[in-house]
């Protein structure tokens, strides 16, 4: 008989718990739960960007295969990446992984309409709902993708106007003209209210609450910072480089000092030793150097040794005043145009120089 009666009070229990919360929501309204808007929108921007990066990484794994394989198969290769992906978040979580990052998921908003919608109550998603989700998501975007491949491949669009297939290409651009314009109209009512980011999301009733409800809402700059000090770091490196004579700074740092044996005395006065020097680290043949590295429009140094102008100018340019004569070690302070005569290749001309009535004459 006890049982009885708790059953008959459970019962009306049940039936009358509809109406206590119609009368609650209205002598005491809640306040609409406010999202923030920019979570939202960032969510998305990061499930795409982890997206693209997988998709890269896709890519790579069927590059030793036929790019026509790819290029035929793209549409279902994609959808089972974003298949993926959904399994393993929303289906799972109820949250995307940039909507976890943003201490987001998704709540059925069917059950916190009205004067419920700010409310601790926990609204998961419905399997209804979850795989309504990945159809529209999903399948819908792949089925698009294939039908206009067919339709561009078979050129209904050239087709006559009152021809069946002319008129289901107009169609499908009018479709798509309609979804974008719902697109807007939806992007712009979530401006405004902050509840639905998706058309998708609409329809289906699934809005983004916050994960955990006791988290202090607050904007980490840290990163931010970091990258405004290395970008600044790097805008005033990039200044600074067109000042700074590396050559000079190396030969400084190194403390290059050509000794006597290590100097190149032994080439003929004909031989521009600068040119030898190039020529002798990209060939591997002495005697090919040699003969390659003829004087061209002679200069001589302040320590009585020629090279070409070229050469000697370019080093002083680069090396300024701590460069120092290949042949004796010198350094080089000024130099002073020459008229060579011709020299015969046989000469030897080993460890010495020639006269200076026999070599030039000083302008």
């Known amino acids: 008989m006890d049982g009885q009666n708790v059953s008959f009070w459970s019962k009306e229990w049940a039936d009358i718990q509809s109406s206590l919360s119609s009368i609650r929501c209205s002598i005491f309204p809640s306040s609409p739960f406010r999202i923030m808007r920019a979570s939202q929108i960032d969510s998305n921007l990061l499930d795409l960007q982890l997206f693209g990066i997988l998709k890269e990484q896709l890519w790579k794994t069927f590059s030793l295969f036929k790019p026509q394989f790819r290029e035929d198969f793209e549409p279902e290769l994609l959808a089972a990446l974003q298949l993926v992906m959904y399994r393993f978040s929303i289906y799972e979580s109820g949250a995307s992984y940039g909507a976890q990052l943003q201490n987001l998921k998704y709540q059925n908003e069917r059950r916190h309409s009205g004067g419920l919608q700010s409310t601790q109550k926990d609204a998961v998603l419905t ?148 040119c030898y020097e190039q020529q002798m680290s990209t060939s591997t043949s002495s005697i090919t150097a040699v003969s390659s590295t003829r004087l061209h429009n002679s200069y001589e140094t302040s320590c009585g040794h020629q090279y070409c102008y070229y050469c000697i100018k370019m080093k002083m340019i680069q090396e300024g005043r701590t460069w120092k004569c290949l042949r004796c070690g010198e350094e080089i302070k000024d130099i002073r145009r020459t008229l060579d005569k011709v020299f015969n290749e046989n000469d030897d001309y080993k460890g010495k120089h020639p006269t200076i009535q026999d070599q030039k004459h000083f302008f």
Request: glycine content about 2%; charged content about 20%; overall charge positive.
């Open 127 to 274: 399997k209804s709902q979850k795989y309504a989700f990945s159809i529209m998501t999903i399948g819908g975007p792949y089925i698009w993708m294939r039908i206009n491949r067919f339709v561009t491949a078979k050129r209904w669009s050239e087709l006559n106007d009152d021809d069946a297939r002319k008129i289901f290409w107009k169609c499908l651009q009018h479709l798509e003209n309609l979804h974008k314009i719902l697109s807007l109209a939806n992007f712009l009512a979530f401006l405004y209210d902050g509840k639905y980011r998706t058309l998708v999301d609409r329809i289906l009733t699934m809005r983004f609450v916050y994960a955990r409800q006791m988290t202090r809402r607050h904007v980490n700059f840290e990163f931010m910072n970091r990258q405004l000090v290395w970008h600044a770091f790097t805008e005033f490196l990039l200044f600074l480089m067109p000042f700074i004579n590396f050559r000079r700074v190396k030969n400084i740092l190194k403390h290059v000092s050509y000794s006597k044996p290590q100097a190149f005395d032994f080439l003929p006065a004909h031989i521009c030793a600068i």
